[in-house]
């Protein structure tokens, strides 16, 4: 099998899984509070990871600094802590696809932010793309009419949440990912992110592992061995046998992968507001991301 071979199946593994994340989540929803899942998805995927990291940082000899310490603190806080509870919190209100097409639309927070923190210009294609991106996202939570409920409402609220706070994660960690690289990155924002909400969780007095059973054990081990490790493994293999750049397009396929998954396992319907928001999502997100695009950009971009 060539490279290329391989990097297509390694990377089809990898979107597969993710694109999966949400549906498997709405399965646990109703039974496991979202920090609870969030933490337990976070703690095993980075079990998963550390084998990985540790000959990472023995193949590439880094050594780690308090303030590389301090950021992925930060970093995990902002994906782990609020992204990715924001996700699960979204996905117990509203549709599994519907989340996932939010959440899909993070670049739109990404280049703001870039903008903003990292003094990135905003050139004409990125706005452009901005438009394609607002335009899109407002189809998709049918904002013009807005006649959700009102926890349907808090739901698209949350996963928009998790795009502004994913977007933020992915410009913060750009420094970081130069030095460190993508998996100690990753793997660092994982354990201090699922620390945080372990603390979170004992403050509260919510439960950790109550909950867990029959029904409810294999999403979780899927979402923690398979979308949180061994996919993000997969997709970063698959990133060293093919150009970034390359490899970074199959995550624009995310929301309609999950659509379609959501559609056949969950019975969920699938409406043309959806559809149409999505392609302007899909479209406003190539220009912005694909624009003199760096292979590290790209390779960091899609990963949660």
């Known amino acids: 099998m060539t490279n290329q071979m391989k990097a297509i199946v390694y990377l089809a593994f990898a979107v597969l899984a993710f694109s999966s994340m949400e549906l498997v989540g709405k399965m646990v929803a109703t039974q496991m509070i979202p920090l609870q899942v969030t933490f337990l998805r976070f703690a095993i995927g980075f079990f998963i990871l550390v084998p990985f990291i540790i000959l990472d940082i023995k193949r590439r000899k880094i050594t780690l600094a308090i303030t590389d310490l301090g950021w992925m603190v930060i970093l995990g ?3 782990i802590t609020f992204a990715m509870v924001l996700l699960q919190k979204a996905v117990t209100a ?3 696809s519907l989340a996932a097409i939010i959440i899909s639309s993070n670049p739109i927070f990404t280049v ?3 903008s903003i923190i990292l003094k990135e210009k905003i050139t004409y294609r990125k706005i452009t793309g901005l438009i394609l991106g607002v335009l899109g996202l407002s189809l998709v939570t049918d ?7 009102e926890v349907n409402g808090i739901g698209v609220l949350a996963a928009v949440g998790a795009s502004f706070f994913f977007g933020l994660y992915t410009v913060l960690s750009k420094k970081v990912v130069k030095r460190l690289g993508t998996m100690i990155t990753n793997g660092g924002a ?3 992110g699922s620390l945080t909400l372990l603390f979170i969780l004992l403050i509260k007095g919510e439960p950790i592992l109550t909950g867990l059973n029959r029904t409810t054990i294999g999403p979780i081990l899927f979402l923690g061995i398979v979308v949180s490790g061994l996919a993000y493994l ?3 293999e698959g990133l060293n046998l093919i150009d970034a750049s390359k490899g970074g ?3 624009f396929f995310k929301p309609i992968i999950a659509s379609i998954m959501a559609f056949i396992i969950l019975n969920e319907t699938i409406k043309v507001n959806m559809v149409v928001g999505t392609i302007f999502i899909i479209l406003g997100s190539v220009i912005m991301v694909l624009e003199k695009a760096k292979p590290s950009q790209i390779q960091h971009k899609k990963v949660c």
């Open 234 to 236: 997969a997709f970063l």
């Open 77 to 79: 806080i902002c994906n």
């Open 249 to 251: 397009i199959v995550f």
């Open 112 to 114: 703001i932010f870039a």
């Open 143 to 149: 904002i013009f009419s807005f006649s959700v409920s």
């Open 94 to 96: 509203i549709p599994a």
């Open 190 to 192: 994982f354990f201090s």
